[in-house]
């Protein structure tokens, strides 16, 4: 029998002691590398895109020789404003990369030993690099599967049997439930996305899967105008879950790593923040054979090239 690939010493290329053997300079050369892949870490004015610069060693920043323009590494970045060492924030990365189905809050700020706050923020930016190449050509093709599975709003039920209430009836319910839909090429990526009922993935398909794909699909009857634009595979479910090649496997097998990820770790997500953890599971799903050295240089370079974040930029700062 073959061995799965998490098992094998080629997915373990990158370990927490290496990072913190190599220390703070290797880290910070790192994140240049990141920052400046084509000059192999040479600063480039991000103003005026000079490449004409001077570091200015004690402060670790860089001034500009054409505009006089001073900055860092991480300015302008997801990073920017960061207070983290280096290190630091490459060891987040890799113990963020590491954790398969994720890893909870408080166990990631007993590790880099700060507040839960500093943590909570940190892995929401990183999940907002990992989005920025989830949701990178956003047109599917191939054989696509489309599922939905839904998330949250439980309703804790009354203790004595004659106080309970109907929890199927729209009147007893919390409003927070959402379905996140997914989308999955098979031998190919996954597209989630976050709505309040699945036939919205009807027309999410329309806009996101090219019209010369093939598509599977369950017996729920919102899926069959599909059939409008698609030739559409269907599977009963209720009956079983392959018949003769038909299958939504892989839309179920990211649901798996979603919701082992949610009720697993995190226990609870808000609505609000759900499409943030549907895209961090697309994003380990897809990359699920590559070393978790490679995944941590990965989501480096896609955090050193997304722009500061509007929604977690100064989070804690702001007037409730």
């Known amino acids: 029998m073959a061995q799965h690939f998490l098992l094998s010493a080629a997915s373990r290329t990158l370990s927490i002691r290496q990072i913190y053997k190599a220390g703070e300079k290797t880290a910070y050369d790192t994140f240049c590398k990141m920052r400046w892949p084509e000059t192999d870490g040479e600063a480039i004015c991000p103003r005026c895109g000079c490449c004409e610069t001077y570091s200015i060693t004690t402060r670790r920043k860089f001034k500009c020789k054409g505009c006089h323009h001073q900055f860092s590494v991480t300015?302008?970045?997801?990073?920017?404003?960061?207070?983290?060492?280096?290190?630091?924030?490459?060891?987040?990365?890799?113990?963020?990369?590491?954790?398969?189905k994720g890893v909870s809050m408080i166990q990631l700020s007993r590790d880099l030993d700060c507040q839960y706050k500093t943590a909570f923020v940190l892995a929401h930016k990183l999940r907002e690099a990992m989005a920025q190449e989830v949701h990178t050509?956003?047109?599917?093709?191939?054989h696509v599967e489309i599922d939905g599975a839904y998330f949250g709003g439980h309703i804790r039920p009354e203790n004595r049997k004659e106080n309970r209430k109907d929890r199927r009836?729209?009147?007893?319910?919390?409003?927070?439930?959402?379905?996140?839909?997914?989308?999955?090429e098979r031998k190919g990526r996954a597209l989630p996305f976050v709505a309040k009922v699945e036939a919205e993935g009807v027309d999410l398909a329309k806009e996101h899967v090219c019209r010369t794909a093939t598509m599977s699909a369950d017996e729920a009857s919102h899926w069959d105008l599909l059939h409008m634009g698609w030739q559409v595979d269907r599977v009963n479910h209720s009956l079983s879950y392959s018949d003769h090649g038909k299958?939504?496997?892989?839309?179920?097998?990211?649901?798996?790593?979603?919701?082992?990820?949610?009720?697993?770790?995190?226990h609870h997500v808000s609505p609000q923040y759900l499409y943030q953890y549907a895209n961090h599971a697309a994003w380990l799903e897809d990359k699920r054979r590559v070393s978790n050295g490679g995944l941590a240089m990965t989501l480096a370079a896609n955090a050193m090239g997304a722009p500061v974040s509007a929604n977690w930029k100064g989070y804690?700062?702001?007037a409730a």
Not at 75 to 100: E, H, P, Y
Not at 170 to 175: E, F, L, N, S, W
């Open 75 to 100: 300015s302008g970045t997801i990073f920017a404003s960061r207070k983290m060492d280096f290190v630091d924030l490459l060891a987040a990365i890799c113990i963020i990369v590491n954790a398969s």
């Open 247 to 266: 299958h939504t496997n892989m839309a179920e097998s990211y649901f798996s790593r979603l919701r082992r990820m949610v009720d697993g770790q995190h």
């Open 169 to 184: 009836l729209k009147a007893h319910q919390t409003g927070k439930r959402r379905v996140v839909i997914v989308m999955r």
């Open 137 to 142: 050509g956003e047109v599917l093709d191939g």
């Open 316 to 318: 804690w700062q702001r």
